[in-house]
T-cell receptor, first 114, second 114 residues
Framework: KAGVTQTPRYLIKTRGQQVTLSCSPI?????VSWYQQTPGQGLQFLFE???????NKGNFPGRFSGRQFSNSRSEMNVSTLELGDSALYLC?????????????FGPGTRLLVL | AQSVTQLGSHVSVSEGALVLLRCNYS??????LFWYVQYPNQGLQLLLK??????LVKGINGFEAEFKKSETSFHLTKPSAHMSDAAEYFC????????????FGRGTSLIVHP
């Protein structure tokens, strides 16, 4: 099975712009989660989608949003970018998001905001 | 609420030496515990997980971890470090009745000296 793929891998934006990141989960997986990873804050949960519905949300401002399509692919959008949004954004998929399930991570999208 | 504490942001060992990475968790209900590894410019990969079966869990690449309820610990060990083990290691917890979104520790960077 192909793993989780994320596009693009690297991105440079300027403050005030918006950005859309894409994630394709492992075939058959219906749960997709997004995380922000920074040296200062570590891994922080953004949100989780299951069957096109946001099922869980972390503590991030409304500038961060996401969606999931019928084929389970997911996108996250960050509007009005700030310097502090520079981070590695990781997507993870799981079969159904049960508590004991393993999450399978993509390689991430590294976003630099100038 | 659930939380994870990883003691030591950096651990340095010589090649061939014992690796011990510490993880303590907090959970009001029985936890599920995970260790993930992250190599540079990659996403996280599952090393092993505890799901209430055997308390000693064996994972990939010779790693193992022991669940100790009395100590609320899930330390990761490997008898003999290899240069290729140099990476960032994350402990994570989920729990029944709580969030099935994993809570991650801040990570421990393992440095292996020749």
């Amino acid at each position: 099975k192909a793993g989780v793929t994320q596009t693009p891998r690297y991105l440079i934006k300027t403050r005030g712009q918006q950005v859309t990141l894409s994630c394709s989960p492992i075939s058959g997986h219906r749960s997709v989660s997004w995380y922000q990873q920074t040296p200062g804050q570590g891994l922080q949960f953004l949100f989780e989608y299951f069957s096109e519905t946001q099922r869980n949300k972390g503590n991030f401002p409304g500038r961060f949003s996401g969606r999931q399509f019928s084929n389970s692919r997911s996108e996250m959008n960050v509007s009005t970018l700030e310097l502090g949004d520079s981070a590695l954004y990781l997507c993870a998929s799981a079969s159904s998001g049960r508590v004991e399930e393993t999450q399978y991570f993509g390689p991430g999208t590294r976003l630099l905001v100038l | 609420a659930q939380s994870v504490t990883q003691l030591g942001s950096h651990v340095s060992v010589s090649e061939g030496a014992l690796v011990l990475l510490r993880c303590n968790y907090s959970s009001s209900v029985p936890p599920y515990l995970f260790w993930y590894v992250q190599y540079p410019n990659q996403g996280l990969q599952l090393l092993l997980k505890y799901t209430s079966a055997a308390t000693l869990v064996k994972g990939i690449n010779g790693f193992e971890a022991e669940f100790k309820k009395s100590e609320t610990s899930f330390h990761l060990t490997k008898p003999s470090a290899h240069m290729s083990d140099a990476a960032e290691y994350f402990c994570a917890v989920t729990s029944t009745g709580g969030s099935y979104i994993p809570t991650f520790g801040r990570g421990t960077s393992l440095i292996v000296h020749p």
